[in-house]
Nanobody
Framework: QVQLVESGGGSVQAGGSLRLSCAASGYTHGYSMGWLRQAPGKEREGVAVISSDGRTSYADSMKGRFTISRDNAENTLYLQMNSLKPEDTAMYYC???????????????????RGQGTQVTVSS
C-alpha cells in the first residue's frame, strides 16, 4: 500500500513560483509518479509525470514553466512551478501507478494511488 501526502501549495501572485512536494510512504519502486490538477467546474487534468527511471512528460501548457522531479532515496516527488498564471489555480494532486502506465499516465482518469491534494491559488 502506498500513501501520498502533498504539501507546498499556497497563494501567489501571477509570475510567481511555488514548489509542491509529495511524500510517499510504501514501496514505489517501479512506479511512475505524477501531478494532476482540478480547477472548480473543470475536469481533472494531468500536469506532468515522471517514470521510475526518470523519463518525464508534461502537458503542453506547462512545458517550460513546470519541472517534475523525484528523489527516490527520500521517496518524494516534486513539482517546481514558475511563471504561474491565474489559470493555474487548482487543487493539485499527487498520483502513482505502475511504470507500464507511464505512456498514458497523464490521460488516465484513475490511478492506483492518489493523495488528498494541495490548493494552489494564483492571483492576477
Amino acid at each position: 500500500q502506498v500513501q501520498l501526502v502533498e504539501s507546498g501549495g499556497g497563494s501567489v501572485q501571477a509570475g510567481g513560483s511555488l514548489r509542491l512536494s509529495c511524500a510517499a510512504s510504501g514501496y514505489t519502486h517501479g512506479y511512475s509518479m505524477g501531478w494532476l490538477r482540478q480547477a472548480p467546474g473543470k475536469e481533472r487534468e494531468g500536469v506532468a509525470v515522471i517514470s521510475s527511471d526518470g523519463r518525464t512528460s508534461y502537458a503542453d501548457s506547462m512545458k517550460g514553466r513546470f519541472t517534475i522531479s523525484r528523489d527516490n532515496a527520500e521517496n518524494t516527488l516534486y513539482l517546481q512551478m514558475n511563471s504561474l498564471k491565474p489559470e493555474d489555480t487548482a487543487m493539485y494532486y499527487c498520483a502513482a501507478d505502475l511504470d507500464r502506465w507511464y505512456p498514458i499516465f497523464r490521460h488516465m482518469r484513475n490511478h492506483a494511488y492518489r493523495g488528498q491534494g494541495t490548493q494552489v491559488t494564483v492571483s492576477s
